[in-house]
C-alpha cells in the first residue's frame, strides 16, 4: 500500500466535530481514507480493508469517474454495512447531478452515515463582474444541488479541493490543461494586500451566494457548536508552485 494513501485528515476536517478517541490513545481529529490514485477501490483491496479495520478509521474519500453503475454503488452499501464510517467524501467529477446526488442521499440516510461533497474536477465557470470583484474562474454550486443535499440531516458540508493550488497556479493546476486562468480572484498587477482582499471578498460572496450559513457553521465549530453543514477548504501541504 503506497503510503500516499493515507490522507491525515487535518485542515481539511478541523471544522467537523472530533471522533470519539481510539482505545490506548487520544486522538480526536477524524482519521480517513483518500482512494485517489489506489490500484483498485477499497471493496476490490482486501489489504486496504484490512488496514481500514486495524486504525479504525472515521471516513472514507471515494472518487467515482464518471456515472457511477449499479455494481459501484452496490459494493458501496456493502462497503458502508461492513466498515460502519462515519462519513463519505464524495468528489464530483464533471456537471453536478441532482440524480446522482438523489442517489446519495438515499444512500446514507438509509445507512446511517454523513457525506461531504467535494467539488473536484467540476467546470469551473466565469464570475459575475456584476457580482465579483475582478473575478476569475471558479466552481458555483447549482442551487438545485444546493437544496436537494441540505435537505438532508446528513449533509456535513462542502469543499472546494487544493485550493491553495488554483490561488498560485490557476484552475487548471490540478486537472493539467490551458493556459494559466484565475481563479477566485485576478489579482494580476496588484500588490499582495489588494490580491488578498480581493480574493477574500469573491470568497465571501460566493459562500453567502451559494451556501448562506455555512461559513457561521465552521466558525462555530473548534467551540463544538456546529449545528449544520460548513464549507472547508483542502489544502495540501507542500504548495507545488
Excluded at 489506489?38 to 486496504?48: E, F, K, W
Excluded at 465557470?125 to 475582478?134: I, K
Amino acid at each position: 500500500m503506497k503510503a500516499a494513501w493515507l490522507l491525515l485528515c487535518i485542515a481539511l476536517c478541523g471544522g467537523f466535530p472530533p471522533a470519539i478517541a481510539r482505545a490506548g490513545g487520544s486522538l480526536s481529529m477524524p482519521l480517513g481514507v483518500d482512494d485517489a490514485g489506489a490500484p483498485a477501490p477499497i471493496y476490490d483491496d482486501p489489504l486496504a480493508q484490512a488496514a481500514f479495520d486495524a486504525i479504525g478509521f472515521d471516513f472514507l474519500v471515494y472518487h467515482i469517474h464518471g456515472e457511477p453503475s449499479v455494481a459501484d454503488l452496490g459494493a458501496l452499501v456493502t462497503l458502508a454495512e461492513s466498515k460502519g464510517f462515519d462519513f463519505l467524501v464524495y468528489h464530483i467529477h464533471g456537471e453536478p447531478s441532482v440524480a446522482d446526488l438523489g442517489a446519495l442521499v438515499t444512500l446514507a440516510e438509509s445507512k446511517g452515515f454523513d457525506f461531504i461533497l467535494n467539488q473536484e474536477n467540476t467546470p469551473p465557470t466565469p464570475g459575475d463582474p456584476s457580482v465579483y470583484n475582478r473575478p476569475g474562474l471558479f466552481f458555483q454550486p447549482p442551487v438545485d444541488f444546493m437544496t436537494v443535499a441540505g435537505a438532508s440531516l446528513r449533509f456535513r458540508g462542502l469543499i472546494y479541493d487544493e485550493a491553495e493550488h488554483w490561488l498560485t497556479n490557476g484552475v487548471y493546476v490540478t486537472t493539467g490543461g490551458g493556459p494559466f486562468i484565475p481563479c477566485f480572484h485576478d489579482a494580476e498587477g496588484e500588490t499582495l494586500d489588494q490580491a488578498y482582499a480581493g480574493n477574500l471578498a469573491n470568497l465571501t460572496t460566493l459562500m453567502a451566494r451559494h451556501c448562506a450559513g455555512f461559513a457561521a457553521n465552521a466558525q462555530a465549530a473548534p467551540q463544538g457548536n456546529v449545528s449544520g453543514p460548513v464549507t472547508a477548504v483542502e489544502y495540501v501541504f507542500p504548495i507545488l508552485s
